[in-house]
């Protein structure tokens, strides 16, 4: 059990304020009053005191509540329509007597359980204490600023005890049943004092494990933060919990009596609940974190050893309390059970809800590729911090168009998203973790190799993966281009020569121009060299923009991080680098190739000048279909040499897997895109810069 001593001094600061603060709480409306203009008048009352007494709040709280939980049932069991009440009870003196009656051993270590009372070892009755606040309770005409003076004369008058521990105030009043001729008249109003001493009762102990947490967690950096949000306002709600039992205590007073009609307690049972229904919502929201931090340490165990994947994928996927266990079929539309995963491998699709149909149109042929075996199965993971109507409109837009399993329904969390995005870096871009049937990870994020090879690419591993790059070579650039255009394919058989270009209007209708020339050229079609061109060009067929640019220049990036990524720094990786150094260039660039063979990367100005030079320097060989490439290749050399070298600069969308931080836009306070920016002005030693 934890056992837990609360002082005044722990809940208000040292203050000097002067009586005129006091003066204008009286004067203005309680109800009207803000929580600071609350915190002042109990500033007034305090004065630090170092060397304090306190007692353990749990025990008496625990006694407190069995108590009034046994009155509550005497209250629901009376008829309101008969005669038929219950012997009254001096619930207060009752409390004296069992407090009186316990004596804990002195051997005891732990708490002790009685009667359903928890009660610590070392509980001393602070029987003294508990009078003296009786005594500060009005027996007298009802009113908000009589209730307010009370509250604030118990908090002067006991300094050194406890808030929590006042609100037991209430207990010289807990509802003794009233005479029969007066219940049909005043029965409504008993219920409401009931319901408003519960919900009073409900705030005490939403407080009380705020602050167990509060003890349990203190030192976990990821909790701090939330547990100090949801106790800011302890003070002033537990200002509330014992001015509503004061007004609860007037109230009773008057229930008992003849006294006339009691006063309305609506405006202090609608405080109680809307501070219930805060406090509530920060221990949900509290408790959440502790079970995504609980998930995430347990998943850190269950992936160190061979585990059957779904017992890891019910940890990876439903909270605790989440008795409904299943995903959805996406071929079927049926939920099925998660027991379908047992014994196969799984393609972890995991995504925000802000991911283009393309993902999907990627996935689709894996999905007809996989099924047939039955051996991996593709289940998307949707991660969402904050569901909205929006968004679970765009799940469901989204979910439709999927044949393979999805987790969750709309508005639902993932339990291991802490250890996706921290162990798994997944910071918004989609990605594909591959898992075997032991919970083993195949593939950090096979998404990238899919985009390049297709279901070429399976198992889609990482063993995979590098056999695939050995067998680049020369032909990384057919593989980044695969399906830009279906001409481009049909060249592609026929071992074509074939430009790809891009750059500003000016520079591409100039090498346009030249590249036409040299394709119809006699000597070329003489020696049946057949060349092609390809504008990746941006915006050409439609408002929207012509998807090849983007798609090409997003399968180039793809081609980097997947040979970064592997370690393997060899020309393919300088030949791709100095493409994405031109991707932004307006003076242009071109890529020659023959068939699946790349012949030369160039930029704009080199290649141009070859062209610009072709009735010079074929006079100087022989130019063959065989040869062409060759040539070509080594005028651009030279004419490289010729210009010396250039500063070279590339930026590129960090990828899922990549373990950069996110930031957050200052003006607009969205997550801002994480780019890896490479810079080289041929200084020794320069290291490459990181962006945003």
Excluded at 23 to 44: C, H, N, P, Q
Excluded at 67 to 93: A, L, M, R, Y
Excluded at 100 to 107: G, R
Excluded at 423 to 452: C, T, Y
Aim: with cysteine; charged share 25%; hydrophobic share 40%.
């Amino acid at each position: 059990m934890v056992s837990v001593s609360i002082s005044v001094s722990q809940v208000v600061s040292s203050t000097t304020a002067s009586d005129e603060a006091m003066e204008v709480a009286k004067k203005k409306s309680l109800f009207a009053m803000s929580d600071t203009e609350i915190l002042e008048g109990i500033y007034a009352t305090h004065v630090v005191s170092h060397e304090h007494d306190s007692f353990d709040v749990h025990s008496l709280f625990s006694i407190t509540q069995s108590i009034i939980k046994c009155s509550k049932q005497i209250i629901d069991n009376i008829d309101h329509k008969t005669t038929n009440v219950p012997e009254p009870i001096g619930v207060f003196d009752y409390l004296l007597q069992i407090m009186l009656n316990l004596k804990p051993m002195a051997t005891q270590v732990h708490a002790d359980t009685r009667d359903g009372i928890t009660i610590a070892s070392s509980f001393s009755t602070p029987l003294c204490l508990l009078k003296s606040i009786i005594r500060e309770v009005p027996c007298k005409a009802p009113g908000e600023e009589n209730a307010h003076d009370a509250t604030l004369k118990i908090l002067n008058k006991h300094q050194q005890s406890d808030q929590l521990a006042k609100s037991v105030a209430f207990l010289k009043g807990v509802p003794v049943l009233l005479k029969p001729e007066n219940l049909k008249q005043r029965g409504q109003a008993l219920a409401q004092l009931n319901n408003v001493i519960m919900s009073t009762l409900q705030v005490i102990d939403c407080i009380f494990e705020l602050e167990k947490l509060s003890i349990t967690y203190n030192e976990v950096k990821e909790l701090r933060e939330i547990l100090a949000s949801a106790r800011k306002d302890i003070s002033v709600n537990v200002y509330w919990c014992i001015i509503t039992t004061v007004a609860c205590a007037t109230n009773i007073s008057l229930l008992t009596s003849d006294e006339g009609d009691t006063p309305d307690l609506v405006q202090y049972a609608h405080k109680i609940i809307i501070i219930l229904n805060k406090l509530k919502l920060h221990l949900k929201i509290c408790k959440e974190e502790i079970e995504k931090l609980q998930t995430y340490m347990k998943l850190k165990q269950l992936f160190q050893i061979p585990t059957e994947i779904m017992e890891v994928m019910k940890t990876l996927i439903f909270f605790k309390d989440n008795v409904n266990t299943t995903i959805l079929d996406g071929s079927t539309k049926k939920p099925v059970h998660i027991e379908i995963l047992r014994t196969t491998n799984v393609l972890l699709f995991i995504s925000s809800l802000d991911i283009s149909e393309d993902y999907i149109s990627l996935l689709k042929p894996i999905y007809d590729f996989t099924k047939k075996s039955n051996e991996y199965k593709i289940v998307w993971i949707p991660l969402v911090e904050k569901w909205t109507t929006e968004l679970q409109v765009k799940f469901e837009t989204l979910r439709v168009k999927m044949p393979w399993y999805t987790v969750g329904q709309a508005g639902a969390h993932i339990a291991g998203i802490k250890y996706i995005k921290e162990d798994w870096n997944f910071h918004g871009k989609p990605m594909l973790v591959v898992l075997n049937s032991k919970s083993e990870l195949q593939h950090s994020n096979a998404l990238r190799m899919i985009s390049i090879w297709g279901k070429e690419a399976f198992p889609f591993d990482q063993k995979k993966e590098e056999e695939l790059l050995l067998s680049l070579r020369d032909t990384w650039f057919t593989a980044v281009i695969d399906g830009i255009h279906t001409s481009v394919t049909e060249w592609i058989k026929q071992e074509k020569y074939i430009f790809f270009y891009g750059g500003d209007s000016v520079w591409t209708n100039q090498f346009k121009e030249k590249a036409t020339a040299l394709k119809n050229d006699d000597i070329l079609k003489r020696s049946k060299i057949s060349l092609e061109l390809y504008h990746v060009e941006k915006n050409a067929n439609n408002d929207a923009g012509d998807d090849s640019f983007n798609t090409f220049w997003s399968a180039v990036e793809t081609m980097f991080h997947i040979k970064v990524s592997s370690k393997q720094i060899d020309d393919v990786v300088r030949q791709v680098q100095k493409l994405l150094s031109y991707k932004d260039d307006k003076s242009g660039w071109a890529v020659l190739i023959q068939g699946r063979r790349i012949v030369t990367v160039g930029a704009g100005l080199t290649i141009y000048t070859v062209l610009e030079k072709y009735y010079t320097w074929n006079q100087q060989v022989t130019i063959t279909i065989e040869n062409f490439g060759q040539v070509f290749e080594q005028q651009h050399k030279e004419e490289v040499v010729k210009i010396g070298h250039v500063c070279s600069c590339f930026s590129i969308p960090s990828a899922a897997g990549s373990t950069l931080a996110a930031m957050i836009c200052y003006e607009c306070g969205n997550p801002m895109e994480t780019f890896v920016s490479y810079k080289c002005c041929h200084v020794k030693k320069q290291a490459p810069s990181i962006t945003w």
